[in-house]
């Protein structure tokens, strides 16, 4: 099973990045897929979720900004990022889940900077 999280980068404040999640060796269709990010000192935090179904859920700091989105053709999963701030600065994972099975990726870096 690989996730291979991609898309990170350098953007200025009010910039926009799109993640990228490429997943293998799983059945996409049947998981559950987030994005989480993580900063020095401080615990992961969820970011957004899509459900198999295409139900979304965003943690209120994003909502209105971040759109998660999947294509069930490529296996892949996507985070479009619009109106960046410093504080969405982070390292982002995606992650997998479905019942007691989880995987998760090996993190991009995001950081919103002038």
């Known amino acids: 099973v690989q996730l291979q999280a991609s898309g990170g980068g350098l953007v200025q404040p009010g910039g926009s990045l799109r993640l990228s999640c490429a997943t293998s060796?799983?059945?996409?269709?049947?998981?559950?897929m987030g994005w989480y990010r993580q900063t020095p000192g401080k615990q992961r935090e969820l970011v957004a979720l899509?459900?198999?179904?295409?139900?979304?859920n965003y943690a209120d700091s994003v909502k209105g900004r971040f759109t998660i989105s999947r294509d069930f053709a490529k296996n892949t999963m996507y985070l479009q990022m619009n109106n960046l701030e410093p504080e969405d600065t982070a390292v982002y994972y995606c992650r997998a889940a479905r019942t007691t099975t989880e995987y998760w990726g090996q993190g991009t870096q995001v950081t919103v900077s002038s």
């Open positions: 899509i459900t198999s179904g295409g139900t979304t």
């Open positions: 060796g799983i059945d996409f269709r049947i998981y559950s």
